[in-house]
């Protein structure tokens, strides 16, 4: 069956890397049923990345997060979350670039913070991501930008 997440194109990617990206998704074989290019407002950021609330880098990433434009995706395959991660690689790009060289973030991402990419950790929490940041349930699996 058909599966959802969230994917976020970030504000260090937006500039350089969104086509090419795009571009990766398609050719990945995910759909992209919902897309939403937006700059997040602080309450948006810290709401969504509210289970890193105590980490001692969430201020940074908020900031980072409404830095610029971010595009919003909700994507479709089967397997969704899991082929979005392994897509994406490892959060820090440095470990990217030495154990999934072909990664997104190990081509794309700066560093720890500045990660290019987002996706949900599980169906979850890609649920109620998509949920929060689209406000309704998804259920076309149409793929807009063809
Ligand atoms: P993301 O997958 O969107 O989920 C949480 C984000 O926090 C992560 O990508 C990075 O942008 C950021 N992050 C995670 N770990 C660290 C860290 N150790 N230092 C700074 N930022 C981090």
Not at 40 to 45: E, I, P, Q
Not at 121 to 134: D, P, T, V
Request: a negative charge.
């Amino acid at each position: 069956p058909k599966q959802q997440t969230l994917a976020i194109i970030k504000p260090d990617s937006m500039d350089e890397h969104r086509e090419e990206i795009l571009g990766e998704i398609r050719a990945g074989g995910f759909s992209i049923s919902r897309l939403k290019e937006t700059v997040l407002s602080r309450d948006t950021a810290e709401e969504f990345y509210r289970e890193h609330r105590d980490k001692p880098f969430f201020s940074q990433l908020v900031d980072f997060m409404c830095s610029g434009p971010c595009m919003l995706l909700v994507l479709t395959k089967e397997n969704a979350v899991e082929e979005w991660r392994s897509m994406m690689g490892p959060t820090d790009p440095g470990l990217a670039q030495v154990t999934a060289p072909g990664s997104l973030r190990a081509r794309f991402a700066l560093d720890i913070l500045h990660n290019s990419l987002h996706g949900s950790s599980n169906q979850e929490h890609a649920k109620e991501k998509i949920h929060f940041l689209f406000g309704d349930i998804i259920t076309s699996d149409r793929d807009l930008t063809s």
